[in-house]
């Protein structure tokens, strides 16, 4: 069965920086979307980035320009790079896979880390 461990969250200034990694285990990696969620104390989960099989990257519009998405196929490994951090980027982090690629949508994602918290002060 698959499993996703995150790492990487903590506490930062406004404009600061962190990287959150992911590892993934139980299915061969490369062929899958894989994506990264947070959810915010009292409000819905929401899709921050995608990166396909290919390393194409989709991002939210809150998070576009910030943010980087990178896989390492090698290591079985997903990571989110994560700069000039604001306050409302506060929330739960989720690593997330659909077991599906090459293609896919956010609704897809079926298959879920335990989370890892980032949290911005101003």
């Known amino acids: 069965q698959v499993q996703l461990v995150e790492s990487g969250g903590g506490s930062v200034q406004a404009g600061g920086s962190l990287r959150l990694s992911c590892v993934f285990s139980?299915?061969?990696?490369?062929?899958?979307?894989m994506g990264w969620f947070r959810q915010a104390p009292g409000k819905e989960r929401e899709g921050v980035a995608v990166i396909y099989p290919d390393g194409g990257a989709w991002y939210s519009d809150s998070v576009q320009g910030r943010f980087t998405a990178s896989r390492d196929n090698g290591k079985d490994t997903l990571n989110l790079q994560m700069s000039n951090l604001k306050p409302e980027d506060t929330a739960m982090y989720y690593c997330?896979?659909?077991?599906?690629?090459?293609?896919?949508?956010?609704?897809?994602?079926?298959?879920w880390g335990q989370g890892t918290q980032v949290t911005v002060s101003s």
């Open positions: 139980g299915y061969k990696f490369s062929p899958y979307c």
């Open positions: 997330a896979t659909p077991l599906m690629g090459p293609t896919c949508q956010l609704v897809d994602f079926t298959y």
